[in-house]
């Protein structure tokens, strides 16, 4: 019996194989209320993508907010006590009237502005 090459040559049919690299070997189970399922079904008919592709290019590709340093924590803080004398000052300036409050407002004004800019530095400074 003679053997020739046309069986290694044969073509199959079927998918493709994979690389190594790109398959997708292992599974994560993650559970949703029936509201976020609903939502996440929403969102992936929208962007035309299988379920399982839209949760995981959505956990790859998207970025995670950070937790706020101790510096922005101590900034927040600030800005909400500074929001809090400028509703006080608001309400004293219609009772008063805001001539007598220009010098406060003023003041309050410049501190908000230089946590906003410092703020705005740190914010640039962890993006680098």
Request: aromatic fraction near 8%; charged fraction near 25%.
């Amino acid at each position: 019996m003679i053997v020739t090459g046309t069986q290694n040559t044969k073509k199959h049919g079927g998918r493709p194989t994979v690389a190594e690299a790109r398959r997708l070997s292992k599974a994560v189970t993650v559970k949703f209320s029936q509201k976020d399922y609903e939502i996440l079904m929403y969102r992936s008919k929208k962007a035309n993508k299988h379920m399982a592709e839209y949760i995981r290019d959505s956990a790859l590709y998207t970025e995670s907010s950070l937790p706020p340093t101790e510096a922005e924590t101590r900034d927040f803080r600030m800005l909400a006590g500074m929001a809090n004398n400028l509703n006080q000052l608001t309400k004293m300036a219609h009772q008063d009237g805001i001539f007598y409050l220009y010098s406060p407002l003023d003041s309050l004004l410049s501190e908000i502005t230089n946590v906003i800019r410092t703020y705005r530095q740190d914010t640039n400074k962890r993006k680098k």
